[in-house]
């Protein structure tokens, strides 16, 4: 059970600095959602939908044309390079720090949660920093095909790469799921 709580909190507090970073930098959240799916509750405020979806191993902001060509003052392709750093990692810094906060505290007055907590998102933050194609750390680099091939390529061959890294995720994933239920029956988890 802590295991869910900690991972919810943890995708909660990722995503949370991902649409507070976008909207600091003038970029449209179109939906801020905590898991993937069918949204089982849904709530726009403003220009953004906000949702809760059944399947709890992740979430998104999906930003205004995040990977498209736009002419939108407030897509994500047309924001300066800076300001496409500060939201891609908006999330990763935020668990990596949580995280070391959550586990010195953990370790130090035996808080058997925190020190849970601290390292799943730890552990969420370093792994989302990788450069893989359609986690956080690969952001950075992507968005350089855009110099390289002008914003309509640019981002269509970014899109493409996101979406097979994307499903290469999903199905690691999927592997690694036998393996999660094991460790929650013996009580690792």
């Known amino acids: 059970m802590r295991f869910f709580i900690s991972l919810i909190l943890t995708i909660l507090m990722h ?54 060509y736009s002419r939108s003052k407030y897509a994500f392709t047309n924001l300066p390079y800076r300001k496409k750093l500060i939201i891609s990692l908006a999330g990763v810094i935020i668990n990596i720090i949580a995280g070391l906060i959550s586990l010195f505290f953990g370790i130090t007055f035996g808080i058997d949660f925190l020190y849970y907590f601290g390292a799943i998102s730890f552990a969420l933050g370093i792994t989302n920093a990788l450069p893989i ?9 992507l968005v350089w ?41 013996i009580g690792r988890l």
């Not at 991902?18 to 069918?38: P, T, W, Y």
């Not at 191993?57 to 995040?66: T, V």
């Not at 640019?154 to 979406?163: E, F, L, P, Q, T």
């Open 133 to 141: 194609p359609a986690l956080d750390g690969s952001y950075p680099i």
């Open 15 to 68: 995503e949370t600095a991902h649409l507070i970073a976008a909207k600091a930098c003038k970029c449209q959240v179109d939906i801020f959602s905590v898991g993937f799916g069918k949204a089982l509750f849904k709530k726009k405020i403003g220009k953004t939908i906000y949702q809760i979806a059944p399947i709890l191993i992740g979430g998104y902001c999906q930003l205004k044309d995040e990977l498209c």
């Open 145 to 185: 095909l855009e110099k390289i091939y002008g914003k309509k390529k640019g981002y269509a061959k970014m899109n493409r790469i996101c979406s097979i890294g994307f499903m290469i995720l999903m199905l690691l994933n999927i592997l690694c799921l036998p393996y999660l239920f094991y460790l929650i029956k």
